[in-house]
């Protein structure tokens, strides 16, 4: 257990419908990632939160959105949904973001399967 | 996306034998880090790596940093079928928050 929860782990749906995925942070991380691993590909970076401010962004799409809470929990909002949104969500946390220490690197969740049909 | 350049796409060993694969970026990095993915499963860390000609392992794994900062190579000797998976390398470009993963090695080792 890396210390990072993601849920739902399995979501099938239908296209054009809206999901909510959620991340827990691991306990005193305040920095969570989320990644998106299509079929047999790389993991690609979709946002980045850091203590409840969006901090970073890579190519996530407009029907996407993300939000980091209060306590520090992270949801990410996919709607409209087409086929080939069809993936695995990474959620991982680190602690700092600065720091060249251990307290940077990404704690990856066991990921939340997304299907649709 | 941005992605950084690891070499090779996969790879099918002999148990025993030594396993070397690398990452390239256009950008300087400040840090690098190496993660081992199983299926189903999240990536695993194995190795983080801060400074330019840092050498790190990590039992049979030995990573380094390139002098440039613009690559990093990691080694795994002796292979032993658990050794199976998907190595992804994950860099830091210099200035930025975010981390980029590499494509992907495929590792299979065959008994």
């Known amino acids: 257990d890396s210390g990072v929860t993601q849920t739902p782990k399995h979501l099938i749906t239908a296209t054009g419908q809206r999901v909510t995925l959620r991340c827990s942070p691991r306990?005193?991380?305040?920095?969570v990632y989320w990644y998106q691993q299509s079929l047999d590909q790389g993991l690609q970076f979709l946002i980045q939160y850091y203590n409840g401010e969006e901090r970073a962004k890579g190519n996530i799409l407009e029907r996407f959105s993300a939000q980091q809470f209060p306590d520090l929990h992270s949801e990410l909002n996919l709607s409209s949904l087409e086929l080939g949104d069809s993936a695995l969500y990474f959620c991982a946390s680190s602690g700092t973001e600065g720091s060249y220490s251990g307290a940077n690197v990404l704690t990856f969740g066991a990921g939340s399967r997304l299907t649709v049909l | 996306g941005q992605q950084l350049n690891q070499s090779p796409q996969s790879m099918f060993i002999q148990e025993g034998e030594d396993v070397s694969m690398n990452c390239t970026s256009s950008?300087?990095?400040?840090?690098w880090l190496w993660y081992k993915q199983e299926p189903g499963e999240g990536p695993v860390l194995l190795i983080a790596l801060y400074k330019a000609g840092e050498l790190t392992s990590n039992g049979r794994l030995t990573a380094q940093f390139g002098i440039t900062r613009k690559d990093s190579f990691l080694n795994i000797s002796a292979s032993i079928p658990s050794d199976v998976g998907i190595y992804f390398c994950a860099g830091r470009p210099s200035g930025t928050y975010k981390y980029i993963f590499g494509t992907g090695t495929r590792l299979k080792v065959l008994a």
């Open positions: 950008s300087i990095f400040n840090t």
């Open positions: 306990s005193g991380d305040l920095s």
